[in-house]
Nanobody, 114 residues
């Protein structure tokens, strides 16, 4: 079965950085686009970054220039480098396929606060 395990979240001050990791299993990883979602309490889950099977990346405007999504096909991993974090980035972050998500993992919480 498909498994998605996120890690790397934590508490960071505004302006700080975090690198999130997503370990995948049960899929032919190289053929799938992948993305990072986030969900704040009481808010809709939103796709914030995605990377195609050909390494083309896209971002929502609020994270453009601050977040970088990448993938390592050999390791079946997806990463999200987050720089210059802002309080509004606080959320639980999930990895999944952008168009047709698999079953969701537990996510990794990110809290940006001074």
């Amino acid at each position: 079965q498909v498994q998605l395990v996120e890690s790397g979240g934590g508490l960071v001050q505004p302006g700080g950085s975090l690198r999130l990791s997503c370990a995948t299993s049960g899929i032919i990883f190289t053929v799938f686009p992948m993305g990072w979602y986030r969900q704040a309490p009481g808010k809709q889950r939103e796709l914030v970054a995605q990377i195609s099977s050909r390494d083309t990346t896209t971002y929502i405007p609020s994270v453009e220039g601050r977040f970088t999504i990448s993938r390592d096909n050999a390791k079946k991993m997806v990463y999200l480098q987050m720089n210059n974090l802002k309080p509004e980035d606080t959320a639980v972050y999930y990895c999944n396929m952008p168009s047709r998500p698999f079953a969701w993992g537990q996510g990794t919480p990110v809290t940006v606060s001074s």
